[in-house]
């Protein structure tokens, strides 16, 4: 029972406790157990919540009136450290190990002050963001806060994370996080953020299935530093596509917190019919070459999708090389370089790639291609071929090269683990479909997660 509680999946979980067959707190206190257990070696998770086993016995009360909240009724979750979490939601204390948090989103700022992690700035909000209390209502139980990767505050502040397959490896940023958690089994949902590939790196890396959400799909944690960026989405972590459908489903819809979301029905998956997509394949963008073990991964994937009846074709979309310059020149304006006409050239050059990828598309309805050009690469960049790097001498390091462009143009992209490298690392795959077709890359995607296995345990995790 203890392997189905840490790897089960959150519809099974929340099935057994309706059920009558698993109590909530048997589910909570194992994974903050877990969660104490494995959290040293991990480093994701920075702060616990102490009211989550109450939060747990009430929804066994609950459940033994025949009341029950939602479809995650009892079942844990937790949150990438942008989200706003109130007081009454959680009583938050500092992980074991851990240095206290020097500072917490809230939710009601119109503008986002710096981040400094040495300023004690220990503010509390006053409403969850909205996919946090959209969770709740579902019935969900938070039970940590997660540290967002590879940004430099948080990594002086608390350590680097580790991925789990691979303790010498990076878990991806920046909601690697919460990547690493699921992975391991220490977490059976988990909540993201994507700019421009902060969902689906992590991802890859660690073994797991995401969607980054169409924009205007699901309210994003706009309490947070960055999160006004026009990139950002807010997204689900998961062990399995049909977990994140319907982490999906709860959360999206029109917020009038967040004046960027559509009011528009989220399709359901299941319902996708494959052998009506056209599928365009590619394993090479041109700019950083995938290794050969993650071209055999997306070529795996692409046989899944035919043998399921999918129309494929060979094609690299257009101008994939703007989408990276027009990446690379707005991070440099984020950081104030350039005067305003030179952001206003940028916006032009955005937008004519928004036209040509659009275009392009209206032949297709999905795209299948790598997440990165490798899997996880070991601390500092560096490969040796034995195991760290994969096995593969030619692993580079990650620079999202695969990912900006479905960023630049706010469509949807689905990763499901698709392989594994010589060394033991996941090998995840990306499908990207039109705009607000989340339906149609997850369905594709657990299309591919049927054919190859999706998630898979991590040795040493047990």
């Known amino acids: ?37 494995l959290n040293p070696s991990l480093n994701a998770v920075i702060e616990i919540a102490d009211s989550a086993v109450a939060q747990a016995l009430e929804a066994d009360r609950a459940t033994a009136r025949g009341e029950v909240t939602g479809p995650l009724h009892g079942v844990p979750f937790t949150v990438k450290d942008v989200y706003a979490v109130s007081p009454e939601t959680a009583q938050l204390r500092t992980a074991p190990g851990m240095p206290p948090r020097p500072d917490r989103p809230t939710a ?21 963001s909205t996919a946090v209390a959209r969770l709740r209502a579902a019935g969900a139980i938070l039970v940590g806060v997660t540290k ?64 980054r959400p ?28 049909a977990d994140v459908g319907l982490a999906l489903s709860i959360i999206s819809g029109a917020d009038w917190h967040d004046p960027t979301t559509l009011p528009v029905p ?3 998956w299941r319902s996708v ?13 041109g700019l950083v070459p995938a290794t050969a073990e993650t071209v055999a991964t997306v070529r795996r994937a692409a046989d899944a999708l035919a043998d399921a009846g999918a129309q494929l074709t060979e094609v690299v979309p257009p101008e994939l090389d703007l989408a990276w310059d027009i990446t690379l020149d707005y991070w440099r304006r984020c950081g ?44 500092g960049g560096g490969a040796d071929g034995n195991g760290g790097g994969g096995g593969d001498r030619e692993q580079r390091v990650p620079e999202f090269t695969y990912t900006a462009p479905s960023s630049l143009l706010g469509w949807p ?50």
């Open 1 to 37: 029972m203890t392997s189905d509680l840490h790897h089960g999946s959150v519809t099974r979980l929340a099935e057994l406790i309706r059920g009558g067959a698993l109590s909530s707190y048997d589910l909570v206190t194992a994974h903050l157990a877990r969660i104490e257990r």
């Open 108 to 128: 009601d700022r119109d503008v986002a002050p710096a981040r400094d992690a040495t300023a004690d700035r220990d503010s509390t909000a006053d409403r969850d």
């Open 148 to 211: 967002a990767t590879l940004w430099t505050d948080r990594e002086a502040h608390y350590g680097v994370t580790h991925n789990p397959y691979d303790l010498s490896c990076t878990p991806g940023g920046s909601s690697g996080g919460e990547a690493a958690l699921v992975a391991a089994g220490v977490s059976p949902l988990g909540m993201g953020s994507d700019s421009g590939g902060s969902l689906r790196q992590p991802a890859h890396f660690c073994g797991v299935a995401t969607i």
């Open 214 to 241: 169409s924009n205007g799909r699901v309210p994003r944690a706009t309490d947070a530093d960055g999160m006004y960026d026009p990139r950002t989405v807010a997204g689900p972590l998961a062990r399995t596509v």
């Open 266 to 268: 989220l399709g359901d």
């Open 273 to 285: 019919e494959l052998a009506s997509l056209r599928v365009a394949v590619h394993a090479d963008n």
């Open 336 to 379: 104030g370089d350039g005067t305003l006409r030179d952001y206003f050239g940028l916006l032009d050059r955005w937008q004519d790639y928004q036209r040509s990828a659009g275009a392009f598309m209206r032949a297709y309805d999905l795209i299948l291609c790598p997440v990165e050009a490798s899997p996880a690469p070991r601390r």
């Open 413 to 462: 992209a689905a990763v499901v683990r698709a392989g594994t490298s010589r060394g033991g690392l996941p090998i995840g795959v990306q499908l990207i479909a039109g705009p607000l077709r989340d339906d149609v890359a997850l369905r594709a995607a657990a299309a591919v997660e049927a054919a190859t296995g999706g998630w898979q345990p991590a040795a040493g995790m047990a």
